[in-house]
């Protein structure tokens, strides 16, 4: 009765404080890895559709810890994005995706590979977002046109208005932009035409079932259309099997990213060589 009652708050309590204390120390370690070079980029082919070549890459942050072991991008960003580490950390992403791509080799059509870095909503809505991206060019030198910002919905759905012009900006430039995680929130198609996009990036969640699921086959088919119409061209995310290629070609998806194609690694000579021989 009341004896149990109170012992289960108690326990409640205690359970709380182990959680929001795990989570303090966290951040504190999580603070101390982007002010010392704790973190590091992984890089994820993205390969053009029929063909399969390798056109860029997309930069995924990785954390290391010494004492947390490896915490998923999952666990970090989100607490990066409650706490404001984000836009210090996405500053780092940014600068160093810039610097490391503007010193692969042009292919042989003389074009160098694109990298997509992440923008997390709370980046975009800082005042100074659009000098962060002007001095992370300067800097590494990178042409702009090898720049993809990646942004999802929720930045967009917040503030369209503020959203749209601030990318207006950021595409004046000659950066390219892609809707991330299409699919897996509210995306409203509005979105497609609202935007100054290059890209729409179909979430992995329709892609996993586009071989199986009628429905989710229709939806691709759709949002692929629309896309066309608006003149963004398309990315299947998370392609893992061949009949999921064959299904997203046929739908007339423009590009892919997933295991089948390549999973994120660390820059090196390997990768730095197999985006100097892309075809495109
Ligand atoms: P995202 O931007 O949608 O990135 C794609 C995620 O799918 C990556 O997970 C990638 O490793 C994973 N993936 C790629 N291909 C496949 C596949 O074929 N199968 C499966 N099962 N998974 C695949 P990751 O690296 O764990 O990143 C998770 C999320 O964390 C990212 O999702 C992104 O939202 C966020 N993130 C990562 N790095 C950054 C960053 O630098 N800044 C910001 N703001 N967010 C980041
Ligand atoms: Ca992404
Ligand atoms: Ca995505
Ligand atoms: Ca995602």
Redesign the pocket.
């Known amino acids: 009765g009341r004896v149990a009652h109170f012992d289960s708050e108690l326990l409640a309590e205690a359970e709380t404080s182990d959680v929001v204390r795990a989570r303090h120390e966290m951040e504190r370690r999580l603070r101390h890895a982007i002010e010392t070079g704790g973190l590091a980029l992984?890089y994820?082919p993205v390969v053009a559709l029929p063909g399969g070549q390798v056109t860029g890459v997309?930069?995924?942050?990785r954390w290391d810890d010494a004492e947390l072991g490896v915490v998923?991008?999952?666990r970090f960003?989100p607490l990066a994005e409650q706490t404001g580490l984000?836009v210090d950390?996405?500053r780092w992403?940014l600068q160093t995706a810039c610097r490391e791509a503007a010193g692969w080799p042009a292919g042989p059509t003389g074009v160098a590979a694109t990298v997509a870095?992440?923008?997390?909503a709370v980046?975009l809505a800082q005042r100074d977002f659009l000098d962060d991206v002007v001095r992370a060019l300067a800097d590494s030198g990178l042409a702009p046109e090898r720049l993809c910002l990646?942004i999802?919905e929720t930045a967009a759905i917040t503030d369209l208005g503020a959203t749209a012009a601030r990318l207006t900006q950021v595409r004046d430039l000659g950066v390219r932009l892609a809707l991330?995680?299409f699919g897996a929130g509210h995306s409203a198609l509005s979105l497609l035409r609202a935007l100054p996009l290059d890209l729409v990036k179909i979430d992995?969640s329709f892609v996993e079932r586009v071989a199986s699921d009628t429905a989710d086959a229709v939806l691709v088919r759709l949002v692929v259309e629309a896309a066309h119409s608006l003149g963004r061209r398309v990315l299947a995310?998370?392609?893992?099997s061949d009949e999921q290629a064959r299904q997203l070609i046929a739908m007339g998806c423009d590009a892919a990213?997933?295991?089948?194609f390549g999973?994120?690694e660390p820059a090196s000579p390997a990768l730095t060589e197999r985006l100097s021989r892309r075809a495109v």
């Open positions: 992984h994820q997309e930069a995924l942050a998923p991008p999952d960003i984000i950390l996405g992403v870095v992440n923008v997390s980046q990646e999802t991330d995680d992995r995310e998370g392609v893992e990213q997933g295991w089948l999973k994120p």
